[in-house]
């Protein structure tokens, strides 16, 4: 009957995880659209050369969804000592990306690109990309949880049902800065 119980709880849990997804999908795209509504009828683009630094923390990113494919493999075959090594690694390359991002925030400022400019497009890599920021930090905690519990006894459901929710949740993020990214290359 516990079981059962469980694995209903846990249902509800995916259920709201994919609720979640779903809701942040539509708020880049709406992020996305109002960009191409201002930009459009106001005739203003990017016009900057993006700064090298989104194609690194590209790099990190994708590097980072590696990892945790490798951290979940390990984890169904239960190399517990694997899995947690690659949960650090992909933990480590979000927070890489997170750095990056920021020192690209500081490249921008001193090609003359902040916030609040009189060219709106500008504007909107900060909304973008902080954004997406937000996301990383829930995706980091996300992961940082499920690496605590990997130390913790629990049962093998519980640990592959949490490397299950993160990995949904962090290969999300992934694909949506990949989408960013490409979004404002075709756009700068």
């Known amino acids: 009957m516990a079981q059962q119980e469980d694995k209903v709880n846990l249902n509800a849990k995916k259920f709201n995880m994919w609720i979640f997804i779903f809701t942040s999908f539509m708020f880049f795209a709406a992020l996305t659209s109002g960009f191409i509504v201002y930009a459009g009828g106001s005739g203003h683009g990017i016009h900057i050369i993006l700064p090298k630094a989104f194609m ?6 994708v590097l980072s969804s590696i990892t945790l494919f490798i951290a979940s ?3 169904k075959r239960l190399q517990f ?3 947690r090594l690659y949960l650090g690694l992909t933990i480590a390359l979000g927070i890489l990306f ?3 991002q920021v020192y690209a925030w500081s ?3 001193k090609m003359g690109v ?3 400019n009189p060219n709106a497009s500008q504007s909107f890599i900060y909304v973008f990309t902080g954004m997406h ?3 990383i930090l829930a995706g980091l905690l996300l992961l940082g949880n499920t690496l605590m519990a990997s130390y913790r006894n629990k049962p093998q459901v519980k640990n592959l049902f949490n490397m299950e929710m993160s990995s949904i949740f962090w290969h999300f993020i992934d694909i949506i800065w990949i989408y960013l990214y490409v979004f404002l290359l ?3």
């Open 186 to 188: 075709l756009n700068q």
């Open 98 to 100: 997170f750095i990056i």
């Open 81 to 83: 000592a694997k899995q």
């Open 133 to 135: 920021l937000i996301h």
């Open 73 to 75: 493999r390990a984890a």
């Open 107 to 109: 490249i921008l400022v």
């Open 114 to 116: 902040y916030f609040v």
């Open 56 to 61: 690194y923390s590209t790099t990190a990113m």
